[in-house]
């Protein structure tokens, strides 16, 4: 049914749109509950889950069958077709580039950003022993860890968050490595390690729930502007700026924060070699403000150094 035909907000509940696994139906239920305590007149929201393309390939590396975006791309479409009202999604699924008609009209506040080892018999990637095997589908987790322990054995790991889980207490991985805000959410983070950001650096928009409207959509977007947080949608602006200038495919390791102290934003980046070995990285400082532009300089500074060869891998 065409959004122009439902009956206002006021009268009908708001329809969010999300993946379906437990830690997506989390989110979608965080995002719930804030529009709840900025409207408490408001009907309670409905939330839709949407099987995904990136949800039903789970034997393979997304950066074979399409890239990150395959989390998104059902979802976006219902959106564009009026079937959902909005989507919430984990802000680092999101392509660079949305599709025309779409925005980020709104995040939560940023649980933390950190990646978190996953391991009975260890605390860092130091620790574990020489030759584990550790799982993971991320190309940056995979080049950052060769970057520092290339005598591991990096394996695909898919999945949901328990199922991860569930593969290392099995004995079928010594380890792996996880968003400790996914952990925290899913409410799986105990025997978590967090691994610190200035060795680990995240992807870009980790641990930040992203809420995607349309565009010319003025009533969904009045409603959901109560709950956005600026400070993680500046973080989120300029990380996303570095994918922009970066452009690298969803093959190419590239890492992006950015943190807000004493109104001064510091971005940092990186870009790795996929097979392991060289780090590319860079970070700029400057007052709050155009946070986008600050992204845009860090991007630029790392396309200068780094290979040609690895962003267009």
Sequence with gaps: MSGSLLLPLEERPLRIGTRGSPLALAQAHLVSGALAAAHPEAPP????????????????????????????????????????????????????????GLTVAAVLPREDPRDALIAPAARTLAELPRGARLGTASARR?????????????????????????????????????????????????????????????????????????????????????????????????????????????????AAHADIGNGRMTVRALVADPEGGDVWRHSESAPVGDTAGLGQAVGRALRAIAPPAILAA
């Excluded at 839709?48 to 789970?58: E, S």
């Excluded at 200035?198 to 959509?217: E, K, M, N, W, Y």
């Design 45 to 100: 929201a409905d939330i839709v889950p949407i099987v995904t393309t990136g949800d039903r390939i789970a034997d393979r590396p997304l950066a074979d069958v399409g890239g990150k975006g395959l989390f998104a791309k059902e979802i976006e479409a219902a959106l564009l077709a009026g079937a959902i009202d909005c989507a919430a999604h984990s802000a680092k699924d999101l392509e660079t580039v949305l599709p025309d």
């Design 142 to 254: 995979r080049a950052l860890v060769r970057a520092v322990r290339p005598d591991l054995r990096i394996d695909l790991i898919r999945g949901n968050v328990d199922t991860r889980l569930g593969k290392v207490a099995s004995g079928e991985f010594d380890a792996t490595l996880l968003a400790m805000a996914g952990l925290i959410r899913a409410g799986c983070a105990g025997g978590a390690a967090p691994l610190a950001i200035d060795d680990f650096l995240p992807s870009a928009g980790q641990g930040i729930v992203a809420i995607q409207c349309r565009t010319g959509d003025a009533t969904v977007l009045s409603h959901i502007a109560p709950i956005d947080h600026p400070a993680t949608m500046a973080a989120l602006r300029a990380e996303r700026a570095v994918l922009a200038i970066l452009d690298g495919s969803c093959r190419t390791p590239i």
